[in-house]
């Protein structure tokens, strides 16, 4: 595992922020956090990142023990927390050479790095305006850009698309992708989006109150909950009482002219569903399937209302 965490703890005070959680995250992959705002999310980032200390727990991460080679760690990831790190008054470029400097990389080598990293986040043409200028995308383009030039091989992103609009939300996925799929690169990622946890996640940790309540892949967290439907839609009322006859599981809608039948969407289940319909000579106008998604999840597990909502 390119990181393993066993029973971390951390208290202030007397509030306790991360009640000994297990974490594990396999290389090459993007883990995500989960948790309502208070959580602990940015506290975990923190300590595994080697910004302060944890009360208890062990944790390695690329091979190095927190605890006796934090060094060792620092060397191995790059950070973009919440905030932009990027300089206003210094050009895009003047902010990758200043980073380049921090690492202690040769000025050749500082330069090379820049214009490569320029290039690949499309930042060239608006490398010799100051960042000020950038719009909320492009900063964050320029923050992440700042995060690789150490060529880190663990990347923690705490909340990374808060705040940008969803064009600049998707672009910022897809640089992610290709930082996982082309350079091999294992990304920690907190963020308040479900979505976003859903499209990129090849793992999803659930955190509240400290504690972990779920993990696993997205498909398997929402078999956690219960409430997948097929709604189907008919023509007439007498479809809908011979439909309804067949199928006595089912909650009816008379003003829509609908069926709601419970059933997890998959394909045997739909087919089953479709043949007995064709049993009793009914055809439906229309169905939409329904399962529950990672706003479901979460609800469900916190008992609390989505990231976005409890963001605000």
């Known amino acids: 595992m390119t990181i393993s965490a066993t029973g971390l703890r951390k208290r202030f005070g007397d509030h306790v ?6 974490l594990d995250v396999a290389e090459s992959t993007v883990f995500s956090l989960l948790g309502p705002n208070g959580a602990g999310k940015t506290t975990a980032v923190q300590i595994l990142s080697t910004l302060i200390t944890p009360d208890a727990g062990e944790v390695r991460i690329a ?12 060397s191995a990831i790059g950070v973009t927390g919440q905030f932009s790190a ?3 008054l210094l050009t895009g470029e003047e902010n990758l050479r200043l980073m380049a400097d921090l690492r202690h990389l040769p000025r050749r080598e500082g330069r090379r790095v820049t214009a490569a990293l320029l290039e690949r986040f499309d930042l060239v043409d608006a490398a010799g305006k100051p960042a000020a200028t950038y719009s909320g995308g492009m900063r964050r383009r320029l923050d992440l850009a700042m995060t690789l030039v150490g060529d880190p091989r663990v990347i923690f992103l705490d909340e990374p698309t808060t705040g940008l609009d969803p064009r600049s939300r998707h672009d910022l996925w897809q640089v992610i992708r290709e930082l996982v799929e082309d350079d091999g690169v294992t990304i920690f990622l907190t963020t308040q989006y479900l979505e976003e946890a859903d499209q990129l996640a090849d793992r999803i940790a659930v955190l509240d109150h400290g504690r972990l309540v779920a993990q696993g892949t997205a498909d398997e967290l929402k078999r956690l909950v219960p409430g997948g439907h097929v709604s189907l839609r008919f023509t007439d009322v007498r479809s809908l009482d011979v439909a309804a006859g067949a199928l006595r599981a089912a909650h009816r809608d008379d003003d829509a002219l609908t069926l709601q039948v419970p059933g997890d969407g998959g394909v045997r289940s739909l087919r089953a569903l479709l043949d007995e319909l064709d049993r009793v000579a009914v055809e439906p106008d229309g169905l ?19 990231l976005e909502e409890s963001a605000r």
Do not use: E, M, N
Not at 63 to 74: A, E, K, N, Q, S
Not at 291 to 301: E, G, I, R
């Open 17 to 22: 922020v991360l009640d000994g959680i297990d």
């Open 63 to 74: 091979g190095h023990d927190l605890r006796t080679d934090p060094d060792g760690v620092r």
């Open 86 to 88: 990027v300089d206003g």
């Open 288 to 306: 939409t399937v329904h399962t529950p998604d990672l706003d479901d999840v979460f609800f469900a597990l916190t008992g609390r209302p989505t």
